[in-house]
């Protein structure tokens, strides 16, 4: 059974490029178009990773990931930002959080998939 990974980003041409690179790698994938959107459908299903943005309304990634981490059934469950933020500081907050790892926009596709791939072990 393929690994089912939640994307969360409130840009749709994001989540459009996401969904067509981790569906054509096999892995299905469920959209969220905010953090709080992520965070429902996150604690209603059950999801093998969650890629998601940094800068959203409703709810920042970050705040997300906080969360999430709070409830065991999500410990852990690989957590990918993929956001246009790059600062240092941020990569700090954002791993203390418990990102798993930090991809910046403009991103490859494949480059997601391969990620995906290590993480998920597949």
Do not use: Y
Request: no cysteine.
């Amino acid at each position: 059974m393929s690994a089912h990974i939640l994307t969360v980003d409130d840009s749709a041409s994001i989540r459009l490029t996401t969904r067509v690179a981790l569906t054509g790698a096999g892995f299905r994938v469920t959209e969220a178009v905010d953090g709080l959107d992520g965070l429902s459908k996150a604690q209603a299903g059950q999801f093998d990773m969650i890629v998601t943005d940094l800068n959203m309304p409703n709810m920042n990634g970050l705040a997300m990931i906080e969360a999430l981490r709070r409830s065991p059934a999500h410990a852990g469950v690989p957590i990918i930002f993929l956001t246009t933020e790059s600062d240092a500081e941020m990569k700090t907050r954002a791993k203390a959080a418990g990102a798993t790892g930090w991809i910046t926009k403009p991103f490859d596709p494949e480059q997601l998939v391969k990620i995906a791939r290590k993480v998920l072990g597949r």
